[in-house]
């Protein structure tokens, strides 16, 4: 790991993927934008490349800067569910503690696909809530639909594209069946350790 402190100006040599070659690099400010496209870093010291004014390596001092620009960064996760799902979830959150507001949806939603994401939860559980839920809720055309909204850290974006992508079921399906497993657990089984978790993270976010 390299600790040296870089100042601007300071000369350096690097590995220029543009240009494909060690070249001379100067320490300079820049604002940086995330690899994915999902915002920016402003005004960090990076070394860039002299040949073409590429980013050419980011030095230690820069890193906590990114890490916390990256946390702030927020992605809007929206669903168009048969209310049904609406009110599963909120009657999970009531049965976590009964003053909870529809804010601890998101709670319940982030606790739920990061456990399952992981791998913590096994996805065969996912796959047969999802089988239950369809089997149980039939979707009738002209159904009350209602609209499930949060804004998620990109950890929490990951997870559920992690998901889609390990269980070739859209977001709205793997949406609905973490819902259902909510359910399931939290209302119908009521697990006491579960609930004892939960009503913790409710206590945080209330
Ligand atoms: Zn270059």
Do not use: W
């Not at 702030?72 to 209310?83: G, M, N, T």
């Not at 089997?135 to 990109?154: C, I, P, T």
């Amino acid at each position: 790991m390299n600790t040296k402190l870089y100042e601007e100006g300071e000369k350096s040599k690097a590995i220029c993927s543009s240009c494909q070659q060690i070249v001379t690099s100067t320490f300079a400010r820049r604002d940086v934008p995330f690899s994915d496209g999902n915002g920016e870093v402003k005004n960090i010291l990076v070394s860039v490349c002299d040949l073409c004014d590429q980013v050419v390596a980011i030095p230690g001092q820069s890193t906590p800067a990114i890490r916390e620009a990256r946390q702030k960064v927020v992605k809007p996760i929206e669903a168009q569910l048969p209310a049904i799902y609406l009110d599963m979830l909120d009657l999970a959150a009531f049965t976590v503690d009964s003053t909870n507001s529809t804010e601890f949806r998101k709670v319940l939603m982030v606790f739920y696909l990061h456990r399952f994401a992981s791998g913590e939860y096994p996805r065969e559980r996912l796959l047969k809530a999802h089988r239950t839920a369809v089997e149980r809720f039939k979707e009738e055309r002209g159904a009350a639909r209602r609209r499930l909204s949060m804004k998620v850290s990109l950890r929490i974006a990951d997870d559920i594209k992690t998901l889609v992508d390990n269980t070739s079921m859209s977001q709205t399906e793997v949406i609905k069946s973490v819902i259902y497993q909510i359910q399931t657990d939290v209302v119908e089984a009521r697990k006491p350790a579960l609930l004892k978790e939960l009503s913790a993270l409710s206590a945080i976010s209330a």
